[in-house]
T-cell receptor
Framework: AQSVTQPDIHITVSEGASLELRCNYS??????LFWYVQSPGQGLQLLLK??????LVQGIKGFEAEFKRSQSSFNLRKPSVHWSDAAEYFC??????????FGTGTSLTVIP | GAVVSQHPSRVICKSGTSVKIECRSL??????MFWYRQFPKQSLMLMAT?????????EQGVEKDKFLINHASLTLSTLTVTSAHPEDSSFYIC?????????????FGDGTRLSIL
């Protein structure tokens, strides 16, 4: 079945440490790929997106993500996490038109 | 950037009442709006897609008579939860996009927390 998988339900990191959130998809073609962040009780904010070209994309708030076709992955990274980064992170894909398919999310806790 | 306003942000009402949620695109014309439902600690599930001036397309398993969607203008879509019951309690999020070829960017509202007593 076609899906978007975020293997880590919850991740805890120390402030200042590096972060990597995993995302895998299982579709025949390369979809458009996105990472969103959601603070409690809020909507979603787009962090970054990949359409084509350079497989390392830069986003807002110091985040970046790397598309690896061979692994069907689009992992999100940040070199140094800030306490304000604590939130829920969703990976999403668009196959055609504009229908988004979201992963189940990864909850990030940042400890001082 | 593009702004989508969703109102109300939170609503509490008695079982059996109908609740209307508004989604407005403030600085662009939204040809397409989407309605999602999110249960606690879960991802967003697409409920329906609505194009301005036409009937909404509902995802499988979503009751169209239960969740009425109207997209009468390019800046406003409404979701009405009819005869709401406690199991309808959830976080509802709208998003809006405009026509830009294959990829139509989606901009999300801040969501509506619906609690049915």
């Amino acid at each position: 079945a076609q899906s978007v998988t975020q293997p880590d339900i919850h991740i805890t990191v120390s402030e200042g440490a590096s972060l990597e959130l995993r995302c895998n998809y299982s579709y025949g073609a390369t979809p458009y790929l996105f990472w969103y962040v959601q603070s409690p009780g809020q909507g979603l904010q787009l962090l970054l997106k990949y359409f084509s070209g350079d497989t390392l994309v830069q986003g807002i708030k110091g985040f970046e993500a790397e598309f690896k076709r061979s692994q069907s992955s689009f992992n999100l990274r940040k070199p140094s996490v800030h306490w304000s980064d604590a939130a829920e992170y969703f990976c999403a894909v668009v196959l055609h038109g504009n229908q988004f398919y979201f992963g189940t999310g990864t909850s990030l806790t940042v400890i001082p | 950037g593009a702004v989508v306003s969703q109102h109300p942000s939170r609503v509490i009402c008695k079982s059996g009442t109908s609740v209307k949620i508004e989604c407005r695109s403030l600085d662009f014309q939204a040809t397409t709006m989407f309605w999602y439902r999110q249960f606690p600690k879960q991802s967003l599930m697409l409920m329906a897609t609505s194009n301005e001036g036409s009937k909404a397309t509902y995802e499988q398993g979503v009751e169209k008579d239960k969740f009425l969607i109207n997209h009468a203008s390019l800046t406003l879509s409404t979701l009405t939860v009819t005869s709401a019951h406690p199991e309808d309690s959830s976080f509802y999020i709208c998003s809006a996009s405009w026509d830009r070829g294959r990829y139509q960017p989606q901009h999300f509202g801040d969501g509506t927390r619906l609690s049915i007593l």
